[in-house]
């Protein structure tokens, strides 16, 4: 039994993503954000700091999403998702799923003062600049890698990719992507994989952003 806990348009995507392109099909569990199901006792027993995603698998649950994407790749090495120990590209593999997570750290902010940060405490102009400023300084990095190559491994498409599923969703919501012409590019190509596109499908209607693109507002 694979059983993932998920949030449509949240990190859990990743997981979700990597499934399908394992060919592996999940008892999909979804939460929303803002019902307080994340909070209840039975989901922290799984997720103890009550995020998604956490995933039940092999008689385990992993609860970080790079945890969860080292965990499949190496358990199941016969899909060439992965780049283990001795493997060439391994610490880009890693650097890659490192990179993933501080991108995701500035769109959480960002998410956070947008969306969830009404009166008393309104958003502060000067961050949302500046992380907007951060979260373009790592697409302008995505950017220069996509330069010569279809995917962040010169190898070809691996794990590290789908990593990047929920930061994708989320970044032309705070950045103007025509900035970044390869990132554009890369994202299309993501968008004809078949696992990609069933991965989508099962995902569910995100709930967070209601305009189509949220400017930094005047200091």
Same mark, same amino acid.
């Given at each position: 039994?694979?059983? =993932?806990?998920?949030?449509?348009?949240?990190?859990?995507?990743?997981?979700?993503?990597?499934?399908?392109?394992? %060919?592996? !099909?999940?008892?999909?569990?979804?939460?929303?954000?803002?019902?307080?199901?994340?909070?209840? @006792?039975?989901?922290? @027993?799984?997720?103890?700091?009550?995020?998604?995603?956490? =995933?039940?698998?092999?008689?385990?649950?992993?609860?970080?999403?790079?945890?969860?994407?080292? &965990?499949?790749?190496?358990?199941?090495?016969?899909? +060439?998702?992965?780049?283990?120990? %001795?493997?060439?590209?391994?610490? @880009?593999?890693?650097?890659?799923? %490192?990179?993933?997570?501080?991108?995701? $750290?500035?769109?959480? $902010?960002?998410?956070?003062?947008?969306?969830?940060? +009404?009166?008393?405490?309104?958003?502060?102009?000067?961050?949302?600049?500046?992380?907007?400023?951060? =979260? %373009?300084?790592?697409? !302008?990095?995505?950017?220069?890698?996509?330069?010569?190559?279809?995917?962040?491994?010169? $190898?070809?498409?691996?794990?590290?990719?789908?990593?990047? +599923?929920?930061?994708?969703? $989320?970044?032309?919501?705070?950045?103007?992507?025509?900035?970044?012409?390869?990132?554009?590019?890369?994202?299309?190509?993501?968008?004809?994989?078949?696992?990609?596109?069933?991965?989508?499908?099962?995902?569910?209607?995100?709930?967070?952003?209601? !305009?189509?693109? &949220?400017?930094?507002?005047?200091?």
């Amino acid at each position: 039994m694979i059983r =993932l806990h998920h949030i449509p348009f949240s990190r859990s995507f990743r997981i979700l993503w990597l499934l399908e392109e394992m %060919g592996l !099909k999940a008892d999909l569990r979804p939460y929303s954000i803002t019902d307080g199901s994340l909070r209840a @006792a039975e989901f922290k @027993a799984i997720s103890p700091v009550g995020r998604v995603p956490a =995933l039940e698998i092999d008689g385990i649950t992993i609860y970080e999403s790079s945890a969860i994407v080292e &965990y499949l790749t190496e358990t199941r090495p016969e899909h +060439g998702l992965g780049r283990l120990a %001795g493997d060439a590209e391994r610490v @880009a593999f890693l650097e890659w799923l %490192g990179f993933a997570e501080t991108q995701a $750290s500035i769109l959480a $902010s960002l998410n956070m003062q947008h969306l969830f940060m +009404g009166d008393p405490t309104p958003a502060s102009p000067v961050v949302l600049k500046l992380e907007a400023a951060r =979260l %373009g300084a790592t697409l !302008k990095a995505m950017n220069h890698t996509l330069t010569d190559r279809d995917w962040l491994l010169d $190898s070809g498409f691996s794990a590290a990719d789908t990593m990047m +599923g929920f930061n994708l969703f $989320s970044a032309p919501y705070y950045v103007h992507m025509d900035r970044f012409p390869h990132v554009q590019a890369y994202v299309e190509r993501i968008e004809q994989r078949s696992a990609y596109q069933v991965a989508r499908a099962l995902d569910g209607i995100q709930e967070f952003y209601k !305009k189509e693109f &949220y400017e930094v507002p005047d200091v």
